[in-house]
């Protein structure tokens, strides 16, 4: 008895429509499985014992007859049972090697099932182009094909020839792209692209990006974050350079960022003080996530050229991500924005301490407190914009200061706010009741619903059984009602913390649910009282 393996045809989705109770070709039709039975015959005659077996195992497999002769094979078993003695070396599935007219025969056969309106043969055709054809020219035997292919045939092969990674599909793939009039044809070319493009379909996929049609804009842009090659990032810079359509340009620069593309900072360092908005905010949001210490002294320019507000903003928060990728840069004597803002003129150094604030650390701490204990006003201002700033909760007791004790009701309510936020800051080394008597001392020292509510909403990130009766106790506001229970089911999301104090939490959920008319909150509620979680709505 003779075990043979199959041969590279796959079977896997003639298996996969029997499992989805989808009928085999066999016994679909009869004009069908006569064409498959010539197939049949035809690879038996032509690839001898080994391999026509094999190819008679898997046609079994998709519901043909057995090819005819003395020996059989039943459907599901790979044992050959012949009826005469086999006098000579006994074929097995490793001991034919694929001649020539082998592969021809199979690259015939996989085009044939290509053409076909089988849809189950063309299936199969599809993963033998993904994986089991190999060679440049069985590709472009394939690529060939896509101008002559149904519009659904061509979109499968598409995405075969994709998978299959093999830059001869390339011009076709290319030449189909561009001149269909089809845009799921398009979209699955675009795509194809992102594997198989090179730099110079850059322009093609950046054409994507405004075409009416809102999967081919997906394609395309999913295409230039694979797009291969360094060739692609240079290309990529330069259309950044070029492009002259804001929101094209933006997406480019977000595009960059994606990739990691840290040989672009420099383009993107000099579109940081961009006449157009929005161009330099996208370029100063992606230097802060590529660009290492170098590139601040560049940034500068960005922050004391710009007007104050938002622009300048942006700039101070690029160079405070670049010193949260680098923490060991702000307990240096003189980091590097210290170091330039000791060497500005008055006005400048104005204009970039609050980039200094943001930074923090001890050395900067230093700076600002002389700013702060200046007699004149408008220079003492300025410090305390860099101390509302502060990145850390070391600067807490300045902040209650101006609170309990205000002589100016615009630091205070600035000293406020920055209180809230640095005492929702996690820190290993405070204790958590610490922070939250911050906000309860926030609180009371409160003078409209919308600073109470600012309070609530930074409650649960203090995460402590306190901080639920904290929030409880607002829950017979009015005013605060909807942000107290919101501020209990952030809460209720720590598992650890719901599960150590299960009583209070289940009353606490029940008050919520019949307080709120919010449907998420509700929802929260109830999947946290069952002890389940929660991912987000949708």
Known sequence: MLHIQSPRLSVESASDNRSKGRPAGGSRSPQIASARQQQANKWESRLGASLGCGLVFTLSWLGMPNCSGTGSLSAGSETWAGSETWAGEVPTATSHVPSQTDDDELLDLITQWLRGSDADLRTLAFEQVRTDVPGAAATEKFARLLPELPIEAQVGLLTALAARRDPAARPAVLAVTEQSDQANVRVAGLRALGELGTAEDLPLLVAGLSAADKDERAAALSSMTRLPGA???????????AQKVTETRVTLIEIAAQRRAVDLVPILVGLSR??????????????????????VPELVPAIVQAEAGPPREWAEKAILAIYVRHPELKEQPQHPLLHIFLGLSGDEQAALLPAVGRVGGAPARRVVDWYLKHPYPFVSDVGWRALCLWPDATVAADLLQAIERPGDAKRRNAAFKALVRVAGLANEALPEQQRLEWLKTAMRQATSDEERQLVLRRVSAVRHIESLRFALSALDQPNLADQACQAIVELAHLRWLRDDNKEEFLAALDRVQNLSRDPIVLDRAQRYKEGKTWTGPG
């Open 231 to 241: 060739d692609a990032l240079v290309a990529l810079g330069r259309e950044i350079q």
């Open 274 to 295: 961009d006449v157009d908005l929005e161009v330099r905010q996208a370029a100063l949001a992606a230097v802060g996530q590529l660009a290492g210490p170098s590139a």
